[in-house]
């Protein structure tokens, strides 16, 4: 947390740093009010602390008092209203015979001060100005109303104060939750990646198995098969004789018209193919009828 300190007289300041110097100077005070402050930002809220120095008189020795604002210059003022009243306080004695002795003191219940309020009031007026008895009431009564306006002001600041506090507890929550959700994705991804793996390296131990058993298998189908095994198949590659084939092989071809015989020669034996769907014919045909009359056979 950065601080700024300063110190100053504050001589050229208005209002109550002025009426302060004023005071002390009439009272014998040789030394001026010196005001030391520091200032710097907490929870997002500038402040600043000021005190104020009063030297020391011939019956009173040096005091202070502090008080905290939110800038230097402003919190002189309110430094300088409170030095004012204990100094009225303190030098009690000392301001009675002077126009201070109606400024009012810490400590309101004192009886000196009684007696001065009794003095302005009432039908045993003692104090005979008018015009000092007017003046008092309206400077107290705005006394009055500052100080209320003031512990108004300080709950205000503690309001503001404590609603900075929850918001940077909600943004620490906030950057926690933030955290931790990134965390689990992070976890997430990890999880994701390694079930990729996992199946990636799966995938590849049964690549791995099936070309293991496809090698093992190919030397087996090279080998050649044993000769009864391709006799059996070769037997069974032949197909039986269809009934055209058997047809065509049964009927010669005709001879052309100069080489046909002149007469018809008698073969030793007759030729009967059976076909494996007819039953056996019952005439035997003449193989020299078919050579010279073929359009005679019927089917």
């Given at each position: ?14 209002a ?20 030391d ?6 929870h ?24 905290a ?43 000196v001060w ?41 709950q ?27 965390a ?28 293991a ?5 190919q ?24 009934r ?27 030729f ?9 014919p ?9 050579l ?8």
């Amino acid at each position: 947390m950065e601080v700024r300190c300063q110190t100053r007289f504050c001589q050229n300041e208005d209002a109550f740093p002025k009426l302060l110097r004023a005071c002390t100077v009439r009272l014998g005070i040789r030394s001026q009010p010196e005001y030391d402050g520091r200032e710097f930002v907490e929870h997002g809220i500038e402040k600043c602390v000021v005190t104020v120095y009063i030297g020391s008189s011939p019956h009173h020795v040096e005091w202070s008092v502090t008080a905290a604002g939110h800038r230097f210059k402003d919190t002189c003022q309110v430094i300088a209203r409170k030095a004012l009243r204990a100094l009225c306080q303190i030098y009690e004695e000392e301001v009675a015979d002077t126009p201070l002795r109606f400024f009012p003191p810490f400590q309101r219940d004192r009886p000196v001060w009684m007696a001065r309020m009794r003095a302005l009031e009432g039908k045993q007026l003692l104090e005979d100005d008018p015009t000092v008895v007017h003046l008092t009431a309206y400077l107290l009564t705005l006394d009055a109303q500052y100080d209320f306006l003031a512990r108004h002001h300080r709950q205000m600041i503690a309001r503001a104060e404590d609603a900075e506090k929850r918001n940077r507890k909600l943004h620490v929550d906030l950057t926690t939750a933030q955290a931790r959700a990134t965390a689990l994705e992070s976890r997430e991804v990890i999880a994701v990646e390694a079930l990729k793996q996992a199946k990636d390296e799966h995938v590849q131990k049964l690549m791995e198995a099936y070309l293991a058993m496809d090698k093992q298998e190919q030397p087996e189908s090279s080998q050649d098969p044993p000769p009864e095994l391709c006799e059996s198949l070769t037997m069974k590659k032949i197909p039986a004789p269809s009934r055209e084939i058997k047809e065509a092989a049964s009927t010669p071809p005709a001879l052309p018209p100069s080489e046909e015989l002149q007469e018809p020669v008698a073969l030793e034996e007759e030729f009967d193919p059976v076909l494996p769907s007819q039953s056996p014919p019952e005439e035997v045909i003449n193989i020299s009828s078919l050579l010279t009359h073929p359009g005679d056979i019927s089917d």
